[in-house]
Structure formats: C-alpha cells, structure tokens
C-alpha cells in the first residue's frame, strides 16, 4: 500500500484505535489489580442513553454534549442504584446489574427509535464503533502531514482521543506513587493522609473518560476488552507494576494494530470479499493475546509459597 | 436512646494526660451495622511504653486502632496525637496493618514496599535518589530481610511479609508504631525478629502499640496491657491490669480455667 491510499483511509482510524487502546489500557492496570475490572463494563453501559441523549440534544455527535451526556447518566445511574437498593432492601450488585442493564437497553432503544441517519451514530456503531469510516479525506499521502490545510481536515476524533490520552497519561504519570500505595494497600495510604477514596473515584472518572472517548473507535461494548485484556495479559508477563504498564502498553498497540489490519485484510487472504468490523477485531486480538500470555505467560502461578 | 446519644454520654471529659500521650482516645465508638463494635472507649497510651491491645475475636481491638487513626470513620469519639489532633500529627505515626489485609499478588518487590514508608518524604513526584534505597535496606537490615530486597512479595513466607511490613513502618521514622496482629501466623524466628526490633523501639524512647493474641507472652513481651471487649475493661501496666479477674470479664468466661493458670500473671 503506497502513501496515498495509506494517509487518507488507514492512518487515522489506526491511529485511533490505537489512542483509544491505550487510553483505556492504562487505567485499566489500576482497575484489574483493585478487582473492579468490570466498573469498565459498568460505564460503557450506563454512558450509551447520556451519549444518545446528548445528540438527539444537540444534534450532532461532538465531544463536550457526549461527556456531559455520559456524566449525566452516571449521575443517574447512581441515583437508581441507591434507590433500588434502599426501595427494595436487596444488595448492591443486585441493584447495579438491573440499572446497568436498563440503561444499556434504554440507550439501545431510543437510538433504534430516533431518526440518526444522517450521522454516524446508531446501534450498530454504538456496539462496534465505527473506525473504517474515521478517515482523513483532506490528505493524499505523507507530505499532507506537514501540511496546514490538510491538517485543519483531521476527523474531530482523532484529536478527542489524543487529548484524552495526554489527561490518562498525565493522571497516572502524577498520581503514581497514590495509585500504587492505595492500590496495594489502602489502609497504610489512609494513615498517611492520603484521600484514598478521592482517588478511587478519580481513578473511576478518568476511565469513565477514556470509555467515552474510545466509543467513536471501538464503540461502548468492546472497550471492556480494552480495559481489561491487555492489564490482564501484562500481569502475566511480569511482577513488577511498572513492566506491567509497559507491557499493557505493547498489548494494547499491538491488538490496535493487527486487529485493524486483520480486520481490513484478512477476509481477503482467505479468499472472502468484504473486511469485518475493526473493533470486533481488536477486541479478538487482544483476546487471543490473554490466552496465549495465560498459557505461556512467565508470571502466571500464584507465587505464594515460601522460597527459602 | 441512639447509638450516637448513648455514645457521647459516655464519653470521659479530655484529662490533662492527653497533652502528654503519644495517642490518647477519648468516646470513641464504632459501628458496622446496628451494634457498635467499639462501644464509647478511652485510651491513654503512655510515652515509651509497650502496650497490648487484647481481647477475644470480634472484641473491637483492630477496628479501635483503625478509629484512632482514621482509617475507620467512628459514630463519635477522637483521637489525640501528642496532645494535637491527628491531622496534623501523621507523620509521628508508623501503622502496620494485619498482614492478611493485603493481596500479596500485587506485581511489587520487597524494597518498593519498604520504600512506600517513605512517601512523605517522597511526594508525589521526587526523585527516589540512592540514600533513599540505602535507607530502604537498612530498615530491611534491621527485621533481617535485606537478601530479599529484589524479590517478589509473593514469594515470601507470611513471616517474611510481616517483617517487610515491620521494615516498611521503620521506613517511616516515626514516634508511635501501631501494629495490629504482627504475630499473627509468624514462625517462631520472625516472632523472635520482630519483638527484638520492638524492643529496640522502646529502647529508642519510641512507642509502641500492637494488637495482641497470644496470651502467654503478654508479660514477657510487653509492659502495659489494654482489654478490650466492645467496651473497655482493664488499661494500665502489666502488673496492676493484667489478672485473672480482668481476664475473665474481658473473655466473658471463655478462657478454661487450665488455661489461665498456665499465664505468667503476675497479680494473680
């Protein structure tokens, strides 16, 4: 494939997914070391009926309406937690599966319900995104990447996921020390002084972030993958945080990548006409990547027996 | 009456021994649910002493240290750290929490947990420099464990984990050691490490508080006692606290007879 055809149609949708990958990956490592792996799968639910309602609002699918949106639902979500928890005296992750699951189905219906032709947001795109079509029609090869005019053309998404990925990595690069400790063990971060609570919910919010700016790429149900496999496949690579981190990071690009290419390519090695869904893709090659780490990773027993 | 009514009513007016005492508790009372866990409790720990917190399981004895330090959020009552309150104070404080509280499966070396005893130094952002790391390794020097400051927690024995906690408070530097259970499942070496570095503490003029379970070394380890059974029962030195009758309200009669004539008591 020359420049040509590259720049325009697969550098930005790979560069996407890729930012969405790690935007979602980095805080992930937290996420699946405090066992709260599927608050990831929590958000992408409750954020789908904000985002729609967002743009039945506004109008068109753009960046602050969506996160004002999914803020709003959270709000929401935790309001209906609470109240069915207190209302019908059943336990919490009784009343979090049903609103969870409500919201998701809301959001799934007022989308189907609404007239959203004329943008690139409905059901399908919202459970799989929409990645091939997030090309940079203004570019016609590398040079249009020092080019001013055609730079002005790059899709809204790119540069919403960029941002986004500059605040995880600025969350985790400052907070470090915080997130480690209270990670490990919060009641010694406690006695220290540290918020420990702020900065779970922080930690929740960054993701929250990160889930709703990864929709345009992978959609809101396939990000859980981005959360969790390639922190899961990291762990076992190693036992030390920081190699973690850094593995999560190689998984997450890799799945990005090959999950693109494969998706766009692979029909047509096995002699298939059409290409399949990019997301689906990545969340499959990171899939395969935790099982291949969970086979042969070098850190995968549980190390508790004594070494002496 | 509620809970928080009853609780301040019993509370003990602020004594002039607070100003003098490394942590001085006054009214504090705990509650998880309906019934209090902790019930409208004062303690007074003295300055360079070595003090038991006993009592049977479900006594209140770890979640009275918790309150004290704020880890746990009491229905009423506070905690008085050298005379001021705890916010301010926390750097005199070194905690060591139960051992089982933690997932040793967390990807960390031993010497990065020692080193977690040093984030008020380190803040957010600074540099860990060399004097740091040697700091790190003395403190593992001192529980014995300085082969293993490259090894993954996991791969340690629960003596070796409680030691490298022990290290990771004398990281810290601080004034007042709370500990609860460090002799919780230990072999008899650790158990050994640990009350030497203890009793290097108190030597030092340090205070030292743990939560302790094993009766028949209360005498041999420690020098003052507090029994706890919701409410507090007995607080003062071995000698004077420590006896059969306090025993017996703080263990509600649990303990056979058999078993408490083998205790060391020495006001019995």
């Given amino acids: 494939m020359t420049g040509e055809e590259f720049v325009p149609l697969s550098l930005t949708p790979m560069l996407i997914g890729m930012f969405a990958a790690v935007a979602c990956a980095l805080p992930g490592n937290f996420l699946v070391l405090r066992r709260q792996a599927l608050i990831g799968d929590a958000i992408s639910h409750v954020v789908l009926p904000g985002i729609v309602v967002a743009f039945l609002v506004t109008g068109a699918v753009s960046a602050w309406p969506m996160m004002i949106g999914a803020a709003g639902a959270s709000v929401v979500a935790v309001a209906l937690i609470e109240a069915i928890r207190r209302l019908g005296k059943i336990e919490p992750g009784a009343a979090m599966g049903v609103t969870f699951t409500a919201m998701f189905a809301a959001g799934v219906l007022l989308l189907e319900q609404s007239d959203t032709s004329t943008v690139h947001l409905d059901v399908e795109h919202a459970l799989y995104g929409n990645l091939e079509s997030l090309i940079w029609l203004d570019a016609d090869g590398w040079g249009s990447l020092v080019d001013p005019v055609a730079l002005a053309g790059l899709p809204e998404e790119l540069i919403r996921i960029t941002l986004t990925l500059i605040v995880v990595c600025a ?77 999560s990071v190689v998984f997450a690009l890799v799945s990005a990548i090959a999950g693109y290419v494969i998706a766009g390519f692979g029909p047509m090695w096995i002699g298939a006409d059409n290409a399949v869904s990019a997301a689906g893709m990545i969340a499959t090659v990171s899939g395969i990547l935790l099982a291949i780490t969970a086979v042969f990773g070098p850190c995968r027993t549980r190390s508790g027996a004594p070494v002496e | 009456m509620t809970l928080e009514l009853a609780a301040n009513q019993g509370s003990a007016p602020v004594t002039d021994t607070v100003d003098q005492s490394p942590l001085a508790v006054r009214g504090m009372t705990v509650s998880y649910g309906q019934k209090p866990v902790v019930f409208s409790v004062d303690m007074t720990i003295v300055q360079g002493s070595m003090t038991a917190i006993i009592g049977p399981n479900g006594a209140g004895k770890s979640t009275l240290l918790k309150a004290a330090l704020g880890i746990v959020k009491p229905l009423a009552g506070q905690s008085m750290v050298y005379g001021a309150p705890l916010r301010g104070q926390r750097q005199k404080i070194a905690y060591v929490p139960q051992r089982a509280s933690v997932d040793w499966d967390f990807p960390t070396r031993v010497i990065d947990v020692v080193l977690m005893g040093l984030y008020r130094e380190l803040g957010l952002l600074r540099r860990i420099k060399a004097r740091h790391i040697e700091k790190a390794r003395a403190c593992l020097e001192r529980v014995g464990m300085s082969d293993f400051a490259d090894r993954q927690i996991g791969q340690l024995s629960g003596g070796q984990q409680q030691r490298v906690f022990l290290a990771r408070a004398l990281a810290q530097g601080a004034e007042l050691y709370l500990l609860d259970e460090p002799f919780a499942g230990v072999d008899a070496a650790t158990e050994k490490a640990i009350i030497d570095v203890l009793k290097g503490l108190k030597a030092e003029g340090k205070t030292v508080v743990a939560v302790h379970h094993d009766l028949a070394t209360v005498t041999e380890y420690f020098d003052r006692v507090f029994m706890i059974n919701t409410r507090k029962i007995a607080e003062g030195s071995v000698a004077e606290a420590y006896t059969r009758e306090n025993l017996d309200m703080t263990y509600g009669g649990r303990l056979a007879t058999g078993q408490i004539d083998q205790l060391d008591l020495i006001a019995s």
């Fill in chain 1, 171 to 247: 969350f985790v690069w400052l907070f470090w020390r915080p997130l480690k400790l209270s990670t490990f063990d919060e009641g010694f971060a406690q006695t220290l002084g540290m918020r420990t609570g702020v900065l779970g919910l922080a930690l929740v919010i960054v993701a929250a972030i990160a889930a709703v700016a990864a929709f345009d790429a992978v959609g809101s149900i396939i990000v859980i993958a981005m959360f969790i496999c390639p922190p899961a496949a990291a762990r076992l690579m190693t036992n030390r945080l920081e190699v973690q981190i850094a593995w």
